[in-house]
């Protein structure tokens, strides 16, 4: 009796559509894009695949051999005739990166297999990547300048991980320029309206005694997160100004109606206002000579001084500029 013949085997090849980035951070989820391909007797849709190797570099056994650890299984999905006949598929597979740091390498495996009497040879693919820890921003807002030499002031502190992790519960620190922690704020449970993942705090820092301009340093310390984090530093700039003697108040009118002008900005100093609705703004100043600028569309008013030797109350007029008619170039 003859023995039947064995089935031919026909071998598939498996090929990267998409390329695997060079680092991905740790513990994160991300996609690989493999291209299957084999004779027009085979279908592999539907066929299973594993991914059975997640080697660390220097992750070996007792004998010297490279450590394989499952990371993944599954079935592969769509199939079609390529242009030269044989079946094509693509298949977007998604796997969770190591949480720990180093250099991998993952294989993928179509296992040996009969389909029709048409056998093939088990058919793998290798590529490599390496994990990084998650980076983080840092930013610092609303915060007043100028402030009071010596004073506290209140600034907002915000965290942000790229891979949008979790942050509340962790702390930022506020820091003078020799390093020395100022305050602490513990980032809340709930991230900044229209932000993702930007989790904040407002935190109480005292200004420094000196006059002139100082910037503060802030640090985030991912230390105790699950996941690995970069620690992240940003600073913020503010002037300090003397302790204000007096209160100043200016009334801001059109020169022509002497109506009041609301919503003129004007800049003290240093110190930066707005008029109410009846065109007044009152502004805490220290005695001397101070630099008055005022801005409102649609009007002018020179820069002027104002010295100050105790409270006063200032009348400002502005001139409404002529309003431009955009067809006068037409109209010549």
Not at 12 to 34: K, W, Y
Not at 192 to 198: E, F, Y
Request: aromatic letters at 6%; charged letters at 20%.
């Amino acid at each position: 009796m003859t023995a039947p013949k064995a089935a031919p085997a026909e071998a598939i090849a498996l090929e990267l559509r998409e390329p695997v980035p060079n680092e991905i951070d740790a513990g994160a989820r991300f996609s690989v894009v493999v291209g299957v391909k084999a004779p027009a007797t085979r279908n592999l849709h539907g066929a299973p695949f594993t991914i059975i190797s997640s080697t660390r570099e220097g992750d070996v056994n007792d004998g010297g051999h490279a450590v394989d650890h499952p990371v993944l299984s599954g079935t592969l999905v769509g199939s079609h005739l390529g242009p030269e006949g044989g079946h094509d598929t693509s298949a977007r597979l998604t796997a969770t990166a190591p949480e720990d740091f180093g250099t991998f390498t993952w294989a993928l495996v179509v296992p040996a297999q009969e389909v029709n009497a048409v056998r093939h040879p088990e058919a793998s693919l290798t590529f490599s990547f390496a994990t990084r820890p998650h980076a983080t921003s840092l930013a610092a807002w609303d915060h007043p300048s100028p402030v009071v030499a010596g004073r506290p002031f209140t600034v907002k502190v915000g965290a942000k991980c790229t891979a949008g992790c979790a942050l509340a519960g962790k702390a930022v620190d506020i820091r003078d320029e020799a390093g020395t922690v100022l305050a602490s704020g513990t980032l809340g449970e709930t991230p900044w309206p229209g932000t993702t993942g930007l989790y904040w705090a407002s935190v109480e820092v005292q200004a420094p005694a000196a006059l002139g301009p100082f910037s503060r340093a802030l640090a985030f310390s991912a230390a105790e997160l699950k996941l690995p984090h970069a620690g992240a530093s940003a600073t913020f700039s503010a002037v300090t100004i003397p302790p204000p003697d007096h209160h100043l108040s200016i009334t801001v009118v059109d020169k022509e109606t002497q109506a009041p002008l609301q919503d003129a900005y004007l800049r003290v100093g240093l110190v930066r206002i707005a008029t109410d609705d009846t065109g007044l703004a009152r502004v805490a100043v220290s005695a001397g000579e101070l630099g008055l600028s005022i801005w409102k569309a649609g009007y002018d008013a020179p820069d002027t001084t104002v010295v100050v030797t105790g409270d006063d109350a200032v009348r400002v007029e502005m001139t409404a500029l002529p309003v431009e008619d955009p067809f006068a170039r037409w109209n010549k």
